[in-house]
Nanobody
Framework: QFTFVESGGGSVQPGGSLRLSCAASGFTLDYYAIAWFRQAPGKAREVVSCLSTRDGSTYSADSVKGRFLISRDNTKNTVYLQMNSLKPEDTAIYYC???????????????RGQGTQVTVSS
């Protein structure tokens, strides 16, 4: 059984920054793609960013390109999401998820955590 523990969320003003952490347990990151998803009230879950440990490739949704950066620390079995220039529309619960292989076919990703709330408001 694997789980994720997401942390680092909070309330910030527009233009602010946060760094989310996703600590994985029950498996090692190798050969998996790890993605950050988010879900805002009344909206469908959407993929934000993804990193494949299989080939090092990354993916970012158009809405966050140039503002969010995904990275990993193998020694801590943790994936991070650095979020800069935050906007009110970034407000959501952020979750991490995994699937074997590459960053594609988002329906195949499995979420196993409570998520962390990000609120961007003035």
């Amino acid at each position: 059984q694997f789980t994720f523990v997401e942390s680092g969320g909070g309330s910030v003003q527009p233009g602010g920054s946060l760094r989310l952490s996703c600590a994985a347990s029950g498996f090692t990151l190798d050969y998996y793609a790890i993605a950050w998803f988010r879900q805002a009230p009344g909206k469908a879950r959407e993929v934000v960013s993804c990193l494949s440990t299989r080939d090092g490739s990354t993916y970012s949704a158009d809405s966050v390109k140039g503002r969010f950066l995904i990275s990993r620390d193998n020694t801590k079995n943790t994936v991070y999401l650095q979020m800069n220039s935050l906007k009110p529309e970034d407000t959501a619960i952020y979750y991490c998820a995994r699937q074997v292989g590459l960053c594609h076919e988002w329906d195949g990703f499995a979420i196993r955590g409570q998520g962390t709330q990000v609120t961007v408001s003035s």
